[in-house]
């Protein structure tokens, strides 16, 4: 009973810091460029993590580990997490973690029509109807004349975010390379940090170092210490003493915790358009996972093991 406990505090700790992480990423990148903000966070997180299991005597990957790792960084982090880090810039932090969450739903359509691997029940395809809906109530107003016109941008490029990652996802479900799962993820986010390091030296579009402002140097800490390491170490607890479907949770609760830490922090506009869109597609994306699992395809795992 005890272990259930602990176990509930710490989904409640995995959904809060998961959901603030969106906020505190939207905070940071208002005082320095999106990609050299990821960049640093991505090399703190990875240094932690590899350092972790170079300590317990973890081996270097191989020549083949390595290629295969380049690919998934490229994949799972510059383009999903950079690109989404930047996509903040133009809109709100409450609808880039719903866009987020629509991740179950691309996975349902890629492996359908790509690779033929499941049948699509009547469940599944309200879920996808209830998640394109929840976006359409959100998406009604003029966006051109509401928001800007670089609001259609930063939604494409978070949805652009959102598919590469479960593109990765798939990829890992499917692929036989033999490395730990958190080692792996720690060398994905060292090679992303070198990755978009380059791209922001490159393009001349950096803060020095020594002129990146406190708040920003405490959101990317916030984000290493809280999101990268703490709330992982409690959805991993959570997971060993919940049930699935309990622990898996913390996906719905994400994007609600950013839409109203958002809008109490950033006074970002919250509108019945916006509640009633969130809870259409979260209910999609509930019906979809609820599928996926229920058909026991394996990237449900995988979305729950790098949710991050």
Not at 145 to 160: A, F, M, P, Q
Not at 171 to 198: D, E, F
Not at 266 to 284: K, R, S
């Amino acid at each position: 009973m005890a272990h259930q406990n602990k176990a509930y505090f710490a989904l409640a700790v995995t959904s809060i810091v998961w959901g603030t992480t969106w906020v505190a990423s939207k905070m940071g990148i208002s005082h320095m460029p999106a990609f050299e903000l990821a960049s640093i966070r991505q090399f703190l997180g990875g240094s932690l993590y590899v350092g972790f299991f170079l300590l317990k005597g973890e081996a270097l990957p191989t020549k083949k580990q390595f290629l295969w790792l380049i690919g998934m960084s490229l994949l799972m982090f510059v383009s999903s997490n950079g690109i989404a880090t930047y996509g903040l810039q133009f809109i709100t932090s409450g609808l880039a973690a719903l866009i987020a969450a629509l991740y179950p739903l691309s996975v349902v359509l890629i492996e359908r029509y790509y690779y033929k691997a499941i049948v699509i029940p009547p469940k599944t395809i309200i879920g996808l109807c209830l998640g394109l809906l929840g976006i359409g109530f959100i998406f009604y107003k003029d966006s051109l004349t509401i928001h800007g016109s670089h609001y259609i941008l930063g939604v494409s490029l978070s949805l652009l975010a959102m598919i590469t990652w479960s593109i990765g996802s798939i990829i890992i479900s499917r692929t036989k390379v033999k490395i730990n799962a958190y080692n792996s993820i720690g060398w994905q986010m060292l090679i992303s940090a070198l990755i978009m390091a380059c791209i922001t030296i490159i393009s001349g579009d950096y803060v020095p170092l020594n002129q990146i402002p406190a708040i920003s140097w405490g959101v990317i800490v916030y984000m290493v210490i809280g999101g990268s390491v703490f709330a992982f170490i409690s959805f991993i607890y959570s997971m060993k003493h919940l049930k699935s479907s309990i622990a898996s949770l913390y996906a719905y609760i994400n994007p609600i915790v950013a839409i109203w830490v958002g809008s109490i922090l950033l006074n970002e506009q919250m509108t019945w358009n916006n509640i009633v869109g969130t809870l259409c597609t979260l209910a999609g994306v509930y019906l979809v996972n609820k599928s996926l699992k229920d058909q026991k395809d394996p990237v449900t795992a995988v979305s729950d093991a790098d949710a991050m």
